[in-house]
C-alpha cells in the first residue's frame, strides 16, 4: 500500500528555516517524482518543487535559491530543506509522487496521483 507521510512543520519566524520530511511506502522513491505542493486558505494548490528519479530537480520561481529538494534512498524519503521564509511562504505543505515510474517532472499538481496529508507551515513573527 502506497503511503506518504509529511513532518516537519511548524511556526517559524520571518528569515528562519524548516525542513519538510515525506516519508515513502509502498515504492521506492528512487524511481519516481516526487512533488512537492503548497496550499494557502483560499488559494489554489500550487507546485513548488519536483524531483526526478535521475536527481534532475525543479522549482517554481518564487523558491529558487531560497528551497532545495533531495532524498536519502536509505530512508526512503524526500526532503524540502526551506530557507529565508517569508510570510507568503505559509501554507499547508503536501508531497506527492507519480505513479508511473521514470517519468517527468512537473509542477503541475494533475501529473501526480500519490499523495500525503499535508504539514502546515506557518511563517510569522
Known amino acids: 500500500q502506497v503511503q506518504l507521510v509529511e513532518s516537519g512543520g511548524g511556526l517559524v519566524q520571518p528569515g528562519g528555516s524548516l525542513t519538510l520530511s515525506c516519508a515513502a511506502s509502498g515504492f521506492t522513491v528512487d524511481y519516481y517524482a516526487i512533488g512537492w505542493f503548497r496550499q494557502a486558505p483560499g488559494k489554489e494548490r500550487e507546485g513548488i518543487s519536483c524531483i526526478r528519479n535521475d536527481g534532475n530537480t525543479m522549482y517554481k520561481d518564487s523558491v529558487k535559491g531560497r528551497f532545495a529538494v533531495y532524498r536519502d534512498s536509505a530512508k526512503n524519503t524526500v526532503y524540502l530543506q526551506m530557507n529565508s521564509l517569508k510570510p507568503e511562504d505559509a501554507a499547508v505543505y503536501y508531497c506527492?509522487?507519480?505513479?508511473?515510474?521514470?517519468?517527468?517532472?512537473?509542477?503541475?499538481?494533475?501529473?501526480?496521483?500519490?499523495w500525503g496529508q499535508g504539514t502546515q507551515v506557518t511563517v510569522s513573527s
Open positions: 506527492a509522487a507519480d505513479a508511473e515510474p521514470y517519468y517527468y517532472c512537473s509542477l503541475s499538481k494533475t501529473q501526480f496521483e500519490w
